[in-house]
């Protein structure tokens, strides 16, 4: 089973500063990988998909990166909605796994 | 439009049976993998396993194998999560959704509750 490990836990941060969350995969992942934002009360919504592709519908402040096992999500300028906790997730060999979570507060 | 439609929220006793639902709309059910994330009160998501409804092959994480059971229902594009043997330890919020690699749709949720 392919372990993922998100840094950092929380990320403290202000409206309009760059986020850049990070996430380790335990071996080498494919470009199967994704990320997710989940705001309270709500099911979580696809962000990035191939490592790298925005899903439909989202903003262009949103952008993944990485391969191997290591990857990156950043989100630009902060808006408002964007502060929700963050998940990463492989999808390129089963189980499927998710990281442990960012939880990206308002500072 | 893709839709996952859930049942409602349960609360069970430690030792009951349970069994809840995912109707899938809007796409083809049979040809698309579907599958089960636990989230716990507070804690992050847990990917369960996932069933191809068009021949029933079904995966499973080691962590919920043989905990629970997976199926579907091509003639109602219905998938469901169940349990033999509830514990305290399984209540969680339940999420169905569309595994086609990555999950481009979520259900609504599912609280299921276990106290005595």
């Known amino acids: 089973e392919i372990v993922l490990t998100q840094s950092p836990a929380t990320l403290s941060l202000s409206p309009g500063e760059r986020a850049t969350l990070s996430c380790r995969a335990s071996?080498?992942?494919?470009?199967?990988f994704a990320w997710y934002q989940q705001k309270p009360g709500q099911a979580p919504r696809l962000l990035i998909y191939?490592?790298?592709n925005r899903a439909t519908g989202i903003p262009d402040r949103f952008s993944g990166s990485g391969s191997g096992t290591d990857f990156t999500l950043t989100i630009s300028r902060l808006e408002p909605e964007d502060f929700a906790v963050y998940y990463c997730?492989?999808?390129?060999?089963?189980?499927?796994?998710f990281g442990q979570g960012t939880n990206l507060e308002l500072k | 439009e893709v839709q996952l439609v859930q049942s409602g929220a349960e609360v069970k006793k430690p030792g009951e049976s349970l069994k809840i639902s995912c109707k899938a709309s809007?796409?083809?059910?049979?040809?698309?993998?579907i599958g089960w994330v636990r989230q716990m009160p507070g804690k992050g998501l847990e990917w369960m396993g996932m069933?191809?409804?068009?021949?029933?092959?079904?995966r499973y994480s080691p962590s919920f194998q043989g905990q629970v059971t997976i199926s579907a229902d091509k003639s109602i594009s219905t998938v469901y999560l169940q349990w033999s043997s509830l514990k305290a330890s399984d209540t969680a919020m339940y999420y169905c959704a569309r595994s086609t690699a990555p999950i481009d749709y979520w259900g609504q949720g599912t609280l299921v509750t276990v106290s005595s």
């Open positions: 071996q080498s992942v494919t470009n199967s």
């Open positions: 069933i191809y409804p068009a021949d029933s092959d079904t």
């Open positions: 809007g796409y083809s059910f049979a040809g698309n993998w």
């Open positions: 997730q492989q999808y390129g060999s089963s189980p499927y796994t």
């Open positions: 191939g490592a790298s």
